[in-house]
């Protein structure tokens, strides 16, 4: 089981730059969320996704779409970078039952120059 | 809105001392507060959950308290070793849509051998 899959790892953009950010699990969770954390901020949530076919804005969804293709993938894209989107992003999905904790993905550091 | 806050940015202690991070919310209490570990360059994992009706969750070294009138939680480390360094995240839960949790910044703890 590879758990919580992103991809790149690592990215650098130019200002007005497109890119989509993937994710991908195999934790068969209806949820799934868009992180991004930036030092002293902590984490903040971007989109969520409750199942697939629907997503929500979280916290900060300004410069950001989503996508949920499937039950498995829960994309991110910027349509036009800009530097205040330098940061690092994480993809988690969540167990709805008991403990519901949140899995995490090792991140994408995204710098947009 | 929800203000999350934890003790301190960083806290320094002594192999094998119990190591105390504090995690302050205000207005009403989550329905469960959760715990994560963050390694540098990872993405946050799980440790430990504790509801709003339960005072204290126990699992090997680690102890967590909820106290709803101090609107606080304690999350204890026992006989810390050097691998506990780590940032520890708290994240309470308010019982919304998808069950959404709110990150604080996390507390960097360092164990000294």
């Known amino acids: 089981n590879a758990g919580v899959t992103q991809t790149p790892k690592f990215q650098v953009l130019k200002t007005g730059q497109s890119m989509t950010l993937q994710c991908a699990q195999d934790m068969n969770h209806n949820s799934m969320y868009w992180y991004r954390q930036d030092p002293g901020m902590g984490l903040r949530l971007i989109y969520y996704?409750?199942?697939?076919?629907?997503?929500d804005k979280g916290e900060v969804p300004n410069g950001y779409n989503v996508s949920r293709l499937n039950k498995r993938e829960f994309s991110l894209r910027l349509e036009s970078a800009a530097p205040s989107q330098t940061s690092v992003y994480f993809c988690a999905t969540q167990r709805v039952a008991i403990t519901y904790e949140q899995y995490f993905g090792p991140g994408t550091r995204l710098t947009v120059t | 809105s929800q203000k999350i806050e934890q003790n301190s940015e960083a806290l320094n202690i002594q192999e094998g001392k119990t190591a105390t991070l504090t995690c302050n919310y205000t207005n009403y209490s989550p329905a469960y507060l959760q715990w994560y570990r963050q390694d540098p360059g990872r993405g946050p994992v799980f440790l430990l959950l504790?509801?709003?009706?339960?005072k204290e969750k126990r699992k090997e070294r680690l102890k967590v308290t909820f106290d709803t009138t101090l609107k606080q939680s304690l999350f204890h480390i026992t006989a810390s070793q050097p691998a506990d360094s780590a940032t520890y995240l708290c994240a309470p839960n308010y019982g919304g849509s998808q069950g959404n949790l709110i990150f604080g910044k996390g507390t960097k703890l360092s164990v000294k051998p």
């Open positions: 996704s409750a199942s697939e076919g629907t997503t």
């Open positions: 504790i509801r709003e009706n339960e």
